[in-house]
């Protein structure tokens, strides 16, 4: 397993990242921790959560998938060995049910998720912890289009860096990161760190595969010059890009199967788009889902790649893709496919 530092700090995260959001819903607790086992026998130090998981975000569900790695924590007693990512929720995304019914970035919704997050996981600290998505209105969540509202109200930014530097200073998080964000909000975050001596982000958390690399557009730039990398989620587009929904397949335990929720990957020009794709990697002899997330595995940009998995044979062959270098030839591939269908789910 490779290591790659993570942003400026003095931790280097493994370059795959064990996913959770399916901790909860579709997997147990039983499993969930096998899936730990795997990933940590792997080399995999980093692992990656949220408050809302798992998804998709239900109250009866609600924050069980920290509970689940809080449980993993206290039987196994190893929480040193691993770089815990979390999330706080941000406002919207049917999630109606915790703190005010409004979700906020402010003092109090920060410091309330921090420390509820902190009992769940059985945890003195947070390694890296990350706003899950904008508390204002811009375009994450598949809206490519940016449609302003000059009377919008949310926290100011500058609010919420400050209540995230009390944190800091309290031990309870190491490091911030964003998620789902946007250019505009991820250079504002850090102009406002350099000149208040705030903490800096040191990642963003934002989706990335061969159907949607909108994050190529001014955040690849910002990720290497600002020395603040993807964590990139989603690379197999909800396994969309492993082959298994090809010929209009729906396997019943598929993700895409369960929920309409993600229905974004189901039009023409994803499947097209994600039909040639798998073609390509048959005819090179590839596992398609080794080559999309060897893909994602090779940019520059790129900090950790954060896979999921619902079995352990998903799991071993999504890490095994950290092996794949892809060729010249398939490099090209992809491009071409890419210039006939540009980020068809975003």
């Known amino acids: 397993m490779d290591y790659r ?34 990933a940590k026998h792997a080399g995999i130090n980093f692992i990656d959560t949220a408050e809302m998981y798992p998804v998709p975000p239900k109250a009866e569900t609600y924050a069980t998938t920290e509970r689940y790695i809080g449980n993993w924590f206290k039987s196994r007693g190893d929480r040193a060995d691993w770089i815990l990512a979390s999330k706080i929720a941000g406002p919207g995304n049917t999630i109606d049910y915790i703190r005010d019914k409004q979700l906020k970035h402010n003092r109090k919704h920060i410091v309330e998720a921090v420390d509820a997050s902190l009992k769940r996981l059985q945890t003195d600290w947070i390694d890296l912890y990350q706003l899950h998505w904008p508390e204002r209105s811009t375009n994450f969540f598949g809206q490519l289009g940016y449609k302003h509202k000059a009377d919008e109200d949310f926290t100011p930014l500058e609010e919420t860096l400050e209540a995230l530097d009390e944190q800091v200073k309290a031990g309870k998080i190491r490091h911030i990161g964003l998620s789902n964000e946007t250019p505009w909000g991820t250079m504002k975050f850090l102009a406002l760190a350099e000149s208040r001596g705030w903490p800096r982000a040191v990642s963003i958390q934002n989706p990335y595969n061969l159907l949607n690399r909108s994050f190529e557009v001014g955040l690849a730039e910002i990720a290497l010059r600002e020395q603040c990398g993807l964590l990139a989620y989603s690379p197999l587009a909800f396994g969309f890009l492993s082959g298994k929904y090809e010929g209009g397949a729906r396997p019943p335990k598929g993700r895409l199967s369960l929920y309409n929720r993600f229905s974004r990957y189901f039009n023409p020009q994803s499947e097209a788009a994600c039909s040639r794709y798998v073609a390509l990697a048959r005819e090179h002899g590839l596992d398609p889902a080794q080559m999309a997330l060897a893909f994602v595995n090779q940019q520059p940009f790129v900090t950790s790649n954060i896979i999921g998995a619902t079995t352990l044979e998903q799991l071993d062959s999504n890490i095994a893709s950290f092996e794949l270098k892809l060729s010249d030839e398939v490099l090209a591939g992809i491009e071409a496919i890419h210039k006939d269908h540009p980020n068809p789910a975003p």
């Open 5 to 38: 530092q993570l942003g400026r700090t003095d931790l280097n995260v493994s370059a795959i990242c064990l996913g959770t959001m399916t901790w909860g819903e579709q997997n147990t607790e039983a499993e969930a921790f096998a899936q730990i086992e795997r």
